[in-house]
């Protein structure tokens, strides 16, 4: 009697589902879509009986997902490909089935193939946006052959683009999976940062931050990598338009600007001050006439000098021939103070090298203690003259009021600035035309706007203002 109840009770066991974590040798079932909803207290596995290899592993939270396990001949060994998350309306038990007889046909190789591609595919999909944000940068900043010959990096911006991710997308979305980023996502982090959550409001970073991730979302959904499917940075809501600067110096500031940068009391280095007065004379940008090289100028002691910039400095990287007039000619032979000399704005701190890109920036606006940014370091040109803060740019824009005030045609002040022609008095050029077929410098009229701004300038700077500079009888620099 108890010899028949161990009997019966060991064969009610056997034919009993096993819901337990290693398979058993009479585990296997008919799956069915009540089973893959049945709770469990711990993850268990329930191998299907009419689809050898086919299992669902069930967890204790009620997410029932499809496998297929079967051996790779290539290496001799089992391998386990994923199928899918049951769900009764897309995905349930016949699915997974028909899913594996399909796989089945395929033959050994070409399966154990598909799954080793699914696995790929997978892991790259489980890269998050950090990881991807630093292979960005490094694929940036990658050295590259550029048209003029010489090795630069592929994005020579990068760093502005590396700073945009990482101070505002990485530090938001860092630890989520590229993968899984929304259009949502971006759009609340634009709107945090023209709401000042990262600082100061600013327009201007969200717009960066968006151009800086799209691109970043472009590239990593590029066949071959396959981060993502698809960009996030799409029909994002409208940012609002940026107030453009429109800060002009007037003639007085001009004055008190000139003679005060020829004070011998203040802070800032002698060149960099000369190269503030070469942006007011030639219109030329910061970056450009910083690295000015002494081989870069040409007859100056002629009747036409000029000052080619060479395109790896340039915005929209094409050579700029920019005509000089008597006034910048003088400031380069001050700058110049030795024949070994290379760049006309010498660094007076790195022999052999130009003053710093932000230098002249710091100049007007001074510089803040590193541990106290509350507190002044060195005190800006704009506050020492007791002018309106202004920056580099704004000395550009003051030199092209002044040769609109004096009557030069749009285009001709256009060409000065290196800005698209598309407008000739009423005639509009058509855009082809100055990007593809008309590589003139107009160096006429180019040379007649800026000899006029000179002369101006000349006018306008001809008596100190001795009450605004604070002290008697400075010298008129250049």
């Given at each position: 009697m108890v010899l028949s109840l161990r009997s019966r009770n060991h064969m009610n066991s056997s034919i009993a589902p096993s819901l337990v974590g290693k398979r058993g040798r009479n585990s296997s079932v008919i799956l069915t879509d009540r089973l893959c909803e049945k709770r469990v207290a711990k993850r268990a596995k329930l191998y299907d009986r009419k689809c050898p290899g086919l299992y669902v592993s069930i967890t204790a939270a009620g997410m029932a997902t499809f496998s297929y396990k079967f051996t790779?001949?290539?290496?001799?060994?089992?391998?386990?490909?994923?199928?899918?998350?049951?769900?009764?309306?897309?995905?349930?038990?016949?699915?997974?089935?028909?899913?594996?007889?399909?796989?089945?046909?395929?033959?050994?190789?070409?399966?154990?193939?598909?799954?080793?591609?699914?696995?790929?595919?997978?892991?790259?999909?489980?890269?998050t946006v950090a990881e991807?944000?630093?292979?960005?940068?490094?694929?940036?900043?990658?050295?590259?052959?550029?048209?003029?010959?010489?090795?630069?990096?592929?994005?020579?911006?990068?760093?502005?683009?590396?700073?945009?991710?990482?101070?505002?997308?990485?530090?938001?979305?860092?630890?989520?999976?590229?993968?899984?980023?929304?259009?949502?996502?971006?759009?609340?982090?634009?709107?945090?940062?023209?709401?000042?959550?990262?600082?100061?409001?600013?327009?201007?970073?969200?717009?960066?931050?968006?151009?800086?991730?799209?691109?970043?979302?472009?590239?990593?959904?590029?066949?071959?990598?396959?981060?993502?499917?698809?960009?996030?940075?799409?029909?994002?809501?409208?940012?609002?338009?940026?107030?453009?600067?429109?800060?002009?110096?007037?003639?007085?500031?001009?004055?008190?600007?000139?003679?005060?940068?020829?004070?011998?009391?203040?802070?800032?280095?002698?060149?960099?001050?000369?190269a503030l007065k070469f942006e007011l004379v030639t219109m030329l940008r910061s970056r450009e006439l910083l690295g000015a090289r002494r081989d870069e100028l040409f007859d100056l002691d002629g009747q036409h000098p000029r000052f080619d910039v060479a395109l790896k400095r340039v915005k929209k990287r094409r050579v700029i021939q920019q005509p000089l007039s008597d006034l910048a000619l003088k400031i380069i032979k001050e700058a110049l103070t030795s024949d070994d000399q290379q760049f006309v704005f010498e660094s007076p701190m790195y022999k052999g090298q130009p003053i710093h890109r932000k230098a002249m920036a710091d100049a007007l606006r001074g510089t803040k203690h590193e541990t106290n940014k509350n507190k002044t370091k060195t005190t800006g040109l704009c506050e020492l003259l007791g002018l309106k803060r202004f920056t580099p740019h704004d000395l550009r824009r003051t030199a092209a009021t002044l040769a609109g005030d004096l009557g030069f045609d749009d285009a001709a002040i256009a060409k000065c600035l290196d800005h698209a022609v598309t407008k000739k008095g009423d005639t509009v050029v058509p855009t082809v035309t100055g990007k593809v077929y008309n590589h003139s410098q107009r160096m006429k009229e180019k040379r007649a706007v800026l000899d006029g701004i000179a002369t101006e300038l000349r006018r306008i700077v001809g008596a100190p203002v001795a009450k605004a500079l604070g002290k008697e009888g400075q010298r008129l620099a250049a």
């Open positions: 790779d001949r290539q290496t001799g060994k089992q391998r386990t490909g994923w199928l899918g998350v049951y769900n009764p309306e897309t995905f349930t038990v016949e699915d997974a089935r028909s899913r594996v007889y399909g796989l089945k046909g395929l033959g050994a190789n070409a399966l154990a193939e598909s799954f080793r591609d699914q696995k790929a595919k997978a892991a790259k999909r489980g890269k991807i944000i630093e292979e960005r940068i490094d694929w940036m900043k990658t050295l590259v052959k550029k048209p003029d010959g010489e090795m630069r990096p592929r994005l020579e911006a990068w760093e502005n683009t590396a700073s945009h991710l990482r101070r505002f997308l990485g530090a938001r979305l860092g630890k989520t999976l590229a993968s899984e980023v929304t259009k949502h996502d971006i759009a609340a982090l634009s709107n945090d940062i023209v709401a000042g959550k990262f600082g100061k409001p600013s327009v201007s970073n969200a717009r960066h931050m968006r151009k800086a991730a799209s691109g970043l979302f472009n590239w990593a959904a590029e066949a071959g990598r396959d981060y993502v499917t698809a960009s996030p940075c799409v029909n994002l809501p409208k940012l609002d338009p940026e107030h453009p600067r429109t800060r002009v110096l007037s003639e007085d500031e001009i004055r008190v600007f000139w003679h005060g940068l020829d004070r011998d009391d203040l802070p800032w280095d002698r060149r960099t001050r000369l």
